[in-house]
């Protein structure tokens, strides 16, 4: 992480995981894990719990733990931006929303990189666990370069390997992984309604990445050293939600929110992502409860 390698952009938030009591280990891409490590820290350790709502700014040079009692209460784009005021406008942050703050046990932690983009550790409930200990986020911003022993000689190698990443994935690229809705349907591991049934295939096709998603995209966007740039932003128009920019639903969502409800409508799928994403809740967890 924080290499030039290739999708080596992850970070891992572990803990016993509130939904289950077992270990959890909730993974998410973006620039988090990339911006922590250029800091200089492998992992951070939460140890206890804080007497008022505190968010954590890390830098280069420090480390500070900074009230947030203003910022209690408010979803997570609201939030972040709050927090790029106090600190730094390039900074990334990793924050909970009201879900997490009231102990809901399918809370995430969801990574903001800028203005409604958006990349999520929602599954296991570790966004309750954040709550609990009253930590509404983790700030982070850091120019420095991860030192790599032999950079010319991994420079060599990742022109070998990426254009064939790049070709193998070209679908992804174009799609994101919304456009694999209809082949899971095809192979039988689309869950249809609570996978009560088995086929579900004019609705696959109408929330297929493929389809209308794909007239509503607006932008494409990526994590760190990937060349895939899987993610996009689209423009809805329903209701109150016209002209809004929101993240594209991924496959886990389109699936959560759509195939298992029996919703072939993109549109809802998209605000109820969308809303998701500014509470702080898993969009697996929420569309199959």
């Not at 492998?42 to 280069?60: C, F, H, L, M, R």
Request: net charge positive; charged share 25%.
């Amino acid at each position: 992480t924080g290499t030039p390698v290739l999708a080596a952009c992850k970070a891992s938030f572990c803990a016993r995981s509130p939904l289950t009591g077992i270990w959890c280990e909730s993974t998410v891409g973006g620039f988090f894990g990339t911006t922590l490590k250029k800091a200089g820290y492998e992992g951070i350790i939460i140890q206890n719990t804080a007497s008022i709502p505190v968010y954590v700014w890390i830098t280069d040079e420090k480390v500070e733990i900074r009230a947030a009692r203003h910022i209690w209460g408010k979803d997570v784009y609201k939030a972040d931006r709050i927090i790029r005021e106090e600190t730094d406008e390039k900074a990334i942050t990793a924050c909970i929303g009201p879900a997490g703050e009231k102990g809901v046990k399918i809370a995430g932690v969801i990574s903001v990189i800028r203005e409604k983009e958006t990349r999520a550790a929602a599954r296991g409930g570790l966004g309750c666990l954040m709550g609990k200990k009253n930590l509404k986020a983790i700030a982070v911003k850091s120019n420095k370069p991860v030192e790599i022993h032999d950079k010319a000689g991994l420079k060599r190698s990742l022109k070998v390997v990426i254009p064939a990443i790049k070709d193998a994935t070209e679908r992804f690229s174009q799609f994101g992984t919304a456009g694999s809705v209809v082949g899971h349907e095809a192979l039988g591991d689309l869950p249809v309604k609570n996978w009560q049934e088995g086929s579900w295939e004019k609705g696959a096709a109408k929330i297929n990445g493929t389809g209308k998603l794909a007239t509503m995209v607006v932008s494409h966007h990526t994590c760190h050293a990937c060349p895939i740039r899987c993610k996009k932003s689209i423009r809805l128009s329903i209701g109150d939600y016209t002209g809004e920019i929101v993240p594209q639903p991924e496959y886990e969502s389109l699936a959560s929110l759509g195939s298992m409800v029996l919703n072939d409508d993109v549109e809802i799928i998209g605000v109820a992502n969308d809303l998701c994403n500014r509470y702080g809740l898993d969009t697996m967890s929420t569309g199959d409860v």
